[in-house]
Antibody, heavy 121, light 107 residues
Framework: EVQLVESGGDLVQPGRSLRLSCAASGFTFGDYAMHWVRQAPGKGLEWVSGINWNSGTIGYADSVRGRFTISRDNAKNSLYLQMNSLRAEDTALYYC??????????????WGQGTMVSVSS | DIQMTQSPSSVSASVGDTVTITCRASQDITNWLAWYQQKPGKAPKLLIYAASSLHSGVPSRFSGSGSGTEFTLTISSLQTEDFATYYCQQSYSFPQGFGGGTKVEIK
């Protein structure tokens, strides 16, 4: 079974850091691009960051560029999101997502259940 | 950055109705457009990719069309399980983005 399991969400103070992890199973992780998407409580979906299969192409939303860093370890079937200088507006449920097509960016076919990040003093 | 605009933001419909949702991109994205369904408390699910291709396991009452900057999602013969929020998403370029969502409610 294809599965993505996020971890690392927590309640943190503004300005602090947090690292999210996503453990993948059931597919050849190193063949697919991966993404992080977040959803603030009661709000819509916001794409946060994406990374291609070999980490050669990486993108960020304007709202997180310079503060968040996406990375992956294909040997460990894992995706990460390092979040620095956290703000209240970063409060959201963060989803780890697998891209649908081998070797490219296309659509998001597998979603994790999400990990909650709350930023508050 | 490419902006994605969905309309309407909400629609009330009855079981058996046909519902059409529109998504507009601020620039040409060819057919790099996907549609998702999200129910409360659940992760979104992929319905349509490449503007008009039906994802595996998705009922055929869902269909997508369009190219360039204007796209539509049509739900024919609406079922009770289709009441949810729908989002479009462009994967043409970074930063990728979603539309604001369309909530399909029971009339």
């Amino acid at each position: 079974e294809v599965q993505l399991v996020e971890s690392g969400g927590d309640l943190v103070q503004p300005g602090r850091s947090l690292r999210l992890s996503c453990a993948a199973s059931g597919f050849t992780f190193g063949d697919y691009a991966m993404h992080w998407v977040r959803q603030a409580p009661g709000k819509g979906l916001e794409w946060v960051s994406g990374i291609n299969w070999n980490s050669g192409t990486i993108g960020y939303a304007d709202s997180v560029r310079g503060r968040f860093t996406i990375s992956r370890d294909n040997a460990k079937n894992s995706l990460y999101l390092q979040m620095n200088s956290l703000r209240a507006e970063d409060t959201a449920l963060y989803y780890c997502i697998k891209d649908k097509d081998w070797g490219s960016f296309s659509a998001f076919d597998i979603w994790g259940q999400g990990t909650m990040v709350s930023v508050s003093s | 950055d490419i902006q994605m605009t969905q309309s309407p933001s909400s629609v009330s419909a009855s079981v058996g109705d046909t519902v059409t949702i529109t998504c507009r991109a601020s620039q040409d994205i060819t057919n790099w457009l996907a549609w998702y369904q999200q129910k409360p408390g659940k992760a979104p699910k992929l319905l349509i990719y490449a503007a008009s291709s039906l994802h595996s396991g998705v009922p055929s009452r869902f269909s997508g069309s369009g190219s360039g900057t204007e796209f539509t999602l049509t739900i024919s013969s609406l079922q009770t399980e289709d009441f949810a929020t729908y989002y479009c998403q462009q994967s043409y370029s970074f930063p990728q983005g979603f539309g604001g969502g369309t909530k399909v409610e029971i009339k």
